[in-house]
């Protein structure tokens, strides 16, 4: 029986839909208009379609995994659940105080992000756990109940219970989620204890609430994306990607969905490390570029790197401190409001500027013919000569090029300025938006460009890609095959994975290593479960050990990797563990304080497994020569020339292995288009993908 898999990847303009089959290796893939007001909709519109063009059978379906925008963007447009808090007597305002710290020091009016609970809705109960775990006060249950109801009859739709020192004894938490539960089995109940069980209470606090302000959102939301799969015919089951580049399944998922905050972005990430894994030598800046969004990460020996917080919805872009601080586990990148459909527009002292507004899907870009009238990165693409009006999104979208023309002439007339210019403006500022953002992401980890290649997917990605490669002082991008949905297809490849953390507050010259061992274990076995529940094999299960650890007295951590275990309380152990952390604290810092103790604040576990069907293999198809894909010609605009020169347009599914082109050129496929400058030289890679080296700068 024919073996598929099917990948659902939903941005903020466009949902992009793969379907594998794993027998012969051929993939069918669509682009539709994210519908917002009911986004499994397009989802079945899309899916429907491809079964129909490639004539196949949902009951040959053996995997789903789908990746979204939604929980994030509930976040930053304040469109979750009404929500409330109960915390410890005298802490409601954990949430509005936050850090002391300012993120721009010197500005009088700064605006802090506003708490997702408000204070009306923030409810104290008396209760106390000491640091230890101890308790001291046991929980007022009579009370407790009384702000449960206080909170029903507000109308509130989702309770956070957030309790002092719960990550070291959750005995409380886990009382009060029952008495909740069983008086109020509508509202949906969070405790920080299954969300964030770590230190440091605004962050514990603020990724509780977080969790609970899109669970409601999020339990809706997948059980009805499961329900259209089902009505569909489709019998696999409905598996989700994590900010972590793993994935889970329905029911982990919908407990925290916090966990799926970043899940578009990290597929984009693991597409890039998978696709460029033959081509970039392991060394990538994987950059994928929508509709709305640009993502940016860092790809190093073949993995992303991996954080373990970051900041939602921020007030100011790049700004550290001015957005929501979770703590999760997420593939590090950065990520800034600059894609196709990003807004161009005139400041307050009459300069062009680009994003990070965008039009989204609805009204979408002026050329989209949908009411939008705002010009946009695609209507500059369009007029530049980059993109084809009669082929875009393969025919999804017909374009308006009137509209578009009108958009931006009546930008250049407020200007000033010829139209020519403007376009090229709009596509050179939106280009070094996206550099200055990979400048920073890459100079915090002490990296150096030019030792990367740059890996570009999405819509997008591929016509901005050689720009801002050669801003960035990088000579070689790499476009794979179906960029336009590679992110979908970066589902297909994700391992299962579960993350797990604790707080030890450990010293290593005085503690107990059998104690850090038996910690470990527990989290090990709570991963296992949950993979346990995805119906996973968990023999083919690895796990990976962590710890935040610290020089006693210092005020932050360093999160490492450790040896496996297991540690006993000999001096070996303590001497293992200690080398494990001073050699990652030597290679970020260069040197170590002399006869400083260390201390592990939080331990880390992570757990992945191979899931059945991601065997996705890359393979181009044999070369006839680049001219047998020639389709055409037509004007494009490059810098360079200082004008419109005839370009020329390259189908990509007629290219194969060995295949060149000499630039100036345009590659198109269904998804997206690779513009190929003049001097650079596009190959076709064994591996399909094809890799463009630029000419000098």
Request: one cysteine or more.
């Amino acid at each position: 029986m024919p073996h598929h898999s099917l990948g659902i990847d939903i941005g903020g303009t466009f949902t992009d839909i793969v379907v594998y089959d794993h027998d012969s290796g051929r993939q069918w893939s669509r682009k539709v208009l994210t519908t917002h007001e009911d986004p499994a909709r397009a989802v079945a519109a899309g899916v429907g379609a491809l079964l129909g063009e490639g004539r196949l059978l949902p009951e040959h379906f053996t995997r789903v995994v789908h990746a979204t925008t939604l929980f994030t963007n509930a976040l930053i447009e304040r469109k979750g659940a009404l929500t409330g808090l109960i915390t410890t007597a005298g802490f409601r305002d954990t949430l509005e105080i936050g850090r002391e710290r300012k993120y721009e020091l010197y500005d009088l009016h700064i605006a802090k992000p506003e708490p997702l609970v408000p204070r009306n809705l923030r409810l104290e109960v008396a209760e106390r756990s000491r640091a230890d775990g101890r308790i001291e006060r046991r929980l007022d249950t009579k009370q407790l109940e009384s702000r449960a109801r206080a909170l029903a009859q507000a109308g509130v739709e989702s309770i956070a219970v957030v309790f002092l020192h719960a990550y070291a004894n959750p005995r409380h938490e886990a009382e009060a989620a029952r008495l909740i539960a069983r008086r109020h089995p509508t509202i949906a109940v969070t405790t920080s204890h299954e969300v964030a069980p770590e230190i440091r209470e605004y962050e514990r606090a603020s990724t509780t609430v977080a969790n609970a302000y899109i669970k409601p959102l999020a339990h809706r939301y997948l059980a009805l994306m499961a329900n259209r799969l089902e009505g569909l015919g489709i019998p696999a089951p409905l598996l989700l990607m994590l900010s972590s580049g793993g994935l889970t399944h329905v029911g982990e998922a919908q407990r925290t969905p916090v966990q799926m905050l970043e899940s578009g972005p990290a597929a984009g990430a693991l597409a890039g490390a998978f696709f460029g894994r033959s081509d970039g030598n392991g060394k990538l800046l994987a950059f994928d570029m929508g509709g709305t969004t640009a993502k940016l990460s860092l790809v190093d020996e073949g993995e992303p790197l991996t954080a373990y917080s970051f900041e939602a919805a921020r007030q100011k872009r790049f700004m550290e401190g001015s957005g929501l601080p979770i703590r999760i586990s997420t593939i590090e990148l950065i990520e800034i409001g600059a894609g196709g459909g990003s807004i161009a527009s005139v400041d307050e002292i009459g300069l062009l500027k680009v994003g990070p507004r965008s039009a989204g899907s609805q009204p979408g870009p002026a050329s989209y013919g949908l009411g939008g009238t705002e010009p946009t990165v695609t209507d500059a693409d369009f007029l530049l000569g980059y993109l084809n009006p009669g082929y875009f999104a393969g025919g999804e979208v017909k374009v308006d090029m009137p509209a578009a023309r009108q958009a931006i002439e009546r930008l250049a007339g407020t200007l000033g300025l010829d139209p020519v210019k403007v376009v090229w403006g709009i596509h050179d500022i939106v280009n070094e938006n996206m550099a200055s953002a990979a400048r920073v992401h890459i100079a915090e980890r002490g990296r150096d460009p030019r030792d990367y290649a740059l890996l570009c997917t999405g819509g997008a990605g591929p016509v901005h890609a050689r720009e801002v490669a050669r801003k960035l002082g990088i000579s070689r991008v790499i476009c794979p095959p179906s960029a336009g949905v590679a992110s979908a297809l970066g589902l297909l490849v994700a391992p299962a994975r579960v993350d797990r953390v604790a707080t030890v507050g450990l010293r290593l010259d005085t503690g107990s290593p059998a104690s850090l061992e038996a910690a470990f274990k527990r989290l090990e076995d709570e991963a296992r479960a949950v993979m346990a529940d995805t119906g996973l094999k968990l023999e083919s299960a690895t796990m990976k050990r962590l710890a935040d650890g610290r020089f006693l007295g210092q005020g932050f951590d360093l999160v490492v990797e450790l040896p496996d275990g297991p540690y006993g309380d000999g001096p070996e152990s303590r001497k293992t563990l200690a080398a494990a952390f001073e050699s990652a604290y030597r290679e970020k810092f260069a040197l170590t304080p002399p006869g400083v103790a260390v201390e592990f604040l939080n331990i880390r576990v992570s757990a992945r497994a191979p899931v059945s069907g991601s065997d996705v293999v890359l393979q181009g198809r044999k070369g006839t020569g680049a001219a047998a894909a020639l389709k055409g010609r037509r004007p494009a605009y490059f810098n360079e020339t200082g004008g419109f020169v005839e370009t020329a347009v390259y189908d990509r599914y007629r290219l194969g292995i060995g295949d060149e082109i000499q630039g100036p050129a345009v590659v198109e496929e269904e998804g997206s288009t690779l513009v190929v400058g003049p001097g650079a030289t596009a190959r076709v890679a064994a591996t399909g993908n094809i890799v463009l080296t630029l000419g000098a700068p």
